[in-house]
């Protein structure tokens, strides 16, 4: 039977071909010959998917696991320090400085704009670029599990705990939605989950609610295209031609499918009527081409993810391991239900990909590595179990060698006796010894 790392992994490199597949399919164009076998394995999907599994690799076997859960005495978390003015908020800030200067390189001579948006920054490779938006969803997932198992119970604190942790998430989030609103909301709602998780009160967020919706309605009101995205929303046929356009034509490409599909590469919207089919509108061509049953195989492969991924998230005893599992698992999850809540007219248009199924190598290629972490996180929970087992099986062998043995009723002089006990106020088991010390030495008087 497979484990939960392996069905990661396995549903991970199937969805990743199946992108491959896809993609190719959705980049034909009217006058173009067909594409081939050929042409698909030597082509940039089929290398990028290919760094995407390596990346996967590499990650499951290079994540320190081990090393989070023991790390050394001096570059355990000091939490007398985790204060406003102590280290922790340095430490944080800094990361969030270079987040920002990462996100900022868009605006530099090696960024890239596509329609009207700074989304890319140029490699200087042939036409290949880097989405730096991508690195920023991931690195909040770290900094937030990083976060919490500093402060730790500090966390329940609305004002010492919980808001440098909002602030920084809002800042790097704030940063992301001048370009990418989609992203922006993401990142807080992954933020959010792990905050919750690690101890946070609900109530808390529940309070900072109407600050988030205002947030996301100035975000909207300053650029018209999202206020008619919304409208189009509402109602597409009120301007078919222009803002309600590209939500018309992927409801045709889902309708048009129908049960079974038009066949791979037969579809009709790819041809220049449904905007952005290779990236984030890949869905709607799955479901015209290989039709409702196709759109459940996608489905069903998530859903098996996310199930493979808590199962691992629950099998770890140390609690920053298991808020990077959460974190990947609900940046796959929530990245997803919003893509396709767009691509059914469920929600307003919005750029956001598909994971690994979406033609963008930076998204291919981090998401493939964030998920091979939870292959990591397997491996190493599979190995403590085995450890424990192995140190069970020592301790009734010795016990079994023990009982033929006379007993006695007190320890030798000088002798300890160790015992294990759990600290509520710490994540890990620690042990206890009691010292049984000798008799004091008799010491001659002195004589004044």
Same mark, same amino acid.
């Given at each position: 039977m497979l484990r939960a790392g392996q069905v990661v992994a396995a549903v991970s490199i199937a969805l990743l071909m199946l992108g491959v597949v896809m993609v190719s399919s959705a980049g034909m164009e009217m006058g173009r010959?067909?594409?081939?076998?050929?042409?698909?394995?030597?082509g940039k999907h089929t290398l990028f998917m290919a760094g995407a599994v390596i990346g996967l690799m590499l990650t499951a076997w290079l994540f320190p696991a081990k090393h989070i859960a023991n790390p050394p005495a001096w570059l355990a978390p000091d939490r007398s320090k985790a204060r406003w003015g102590g280290w922790t908020v340095v430490a944080m800030w800094v990361v969030v400085i270079v987040t920002i200067a990462i996100l900022a390189s868009v605006y530099t001579p090696i960024g890239e704009v596509r329609k009207g948006s700074h989304r890319w920054i140029r490699l200087g490779v042939q036409d290949l670029t880097l989405q730096p938006s991508e690195f920023a969803k991931w690195i909040v997932v770290g900094l937030c599990a990083w976060y919490v198992v500093v402060i730790k119970d500090r966390l329940r604190g609305f004002f010492a705990g919980l808001i440098p942790a909002l602030v920084a998430v809002a800042a790097i989030s704030g940063f992301v939605a001048i370009e990418d609103l989609g992203t922006a909301v993401l990142i807080v709602a992954v933020a959010s989950v792990m905050l919750v998780a690690g101890g946070g009160k609900v109530w808390q967020f529940v309070m900072l609610v109407p600050l988030a919706a205002g947030a996301i309605y100035t975000a909207v009101k300053l650029q018209p295209y999202r206020m008619a995205r919304i409208t189009a929303f509402l109602d %597409?046929?009120?301007?078919?031609?222009?803002?309600?356009?590209?939500?018309?034509?992927?409801?045709?490409?889902?309708?048009?499918?129908?049960?079974?599909?038009?066949?791979?590469g037969s579809g009709i919207q790819k041809l220049g009527y449904l905007p952005e089919d290779t990236t984030d509108f890949v869905f709607a061509i799955i479901c015209e081409e290989l039709g409702i049953a196709g759109a459940i195989t996608v489905s069903v492969l998530y859903v098996v993810l996310l199930w493979a991924g808590l199962a691992i998230v629950r099998k770890q005893k140390v609690l920053q391991l298991k808020l990077i599992g959460l974190g990947v698992i609900a940046t796959v999850g929530i990245q997803a239900v919003i893509n396709l809540t767009v691509v059914t007219a469920v929600g307003p248009t919005k750029g956001?990909?598909? %994971?690994?199924?979406?033609?963008?190598?930076t998204g291919w290629f981090l998401t493939a590595a964030a998920l091979g972490v939870l292959v990591a996180l397997d491996r190493y929970a599979v190995a403590e179990h085995a450890a424990v087992a192995d140190d069970e099986r020592r301790v009734s062998a010795g016990l079994a060698a023990g009982s033929?043995?006379?007993?006695?009723?007190? %320890?030798?002089?000088?002798g300890s006796h160790c015992d294990v006990a759990i600290n509520p106020q710490q994540d890990t088991v620690q042990s206890t010894t009691d010292i049984v010390t000798a008799p004091p030495i008799d010491r001659p008087l002195a004589m004044g």
């Open positions: 010959s067909p594409g081939t076998i050929q042409s698909i394995l030597l %597409p046929y009120a301007d078919a031609e222009r803002s309600g356009y590209h939500m018309i034509q992927s409801m045709v490409a889902i309708s048009d499918g129908g049960l079974a599909g038009r066949g791979l956001i990909a598909l %994971p690994l199924i979406s033609g963008g190598g033929t043995e006379p007993a006695s009723d007190e %320890p030798a002089s000088g």
